[in-house]
Nanobody
């Protein structure tokens, strides 16, 4: 049983920062790609950022480039999403996901991921 547990969400004013964490419990993989997705009310789930299994490749949605950074601590089985210069359009439930693909790339699509966390709410006030 693999579980992904997110933390770090909350309410922040526009221009502020938050750091999301996602820790993986249970069976662990020596190498796996990780991603952060978000879903706002009435909107489809969208990729925010992803990192390849060997941390060589990253992907960022255009809307967050230059503001968000994905990183991981393999010893702690934890992936992070540092979010700076937040704006109200960033308000959503943020979920992390793990991909067991053998390929070394940063997956961009939800169906490329096998395991998902339940999500953490991020609310940015204007």
């Amino acid at each position: 049983q693999v579980q992904l547990v997110e933390s770090g969400g909350g309410l922040v004013q526009a221009g502020g920062s938050l750091r999301l964490s996602c820790t993986i419990f249970g069976r662990t993989f020596s190498e796996y790609a990780l991603g952060w997705f978000r879903q706002a009310p009435g909107s489809e789930r969208e990729i925010v950022a992803a990192i390849s299994k060997r941390d060589v490749n990253t992907y960022y949605a255009d809307s967050v480039k230059g503001r968000f950074t994905i990183s991981r601590d393999k010893d702690a089985n934890t992936v992070f999403l540092q979010m700076n210069s937040l704006n109200p359009e960033d308000t959503a439930v943020y979920s992390c996901a793990a991909s067991t693909s053998y390929q070394d790339y940063a997956p961009k699509r939800w169906y490329e991921y096998t395991y998902w966390g339940r999500g953490t709410q991020v609310t940015v006030s204007s």
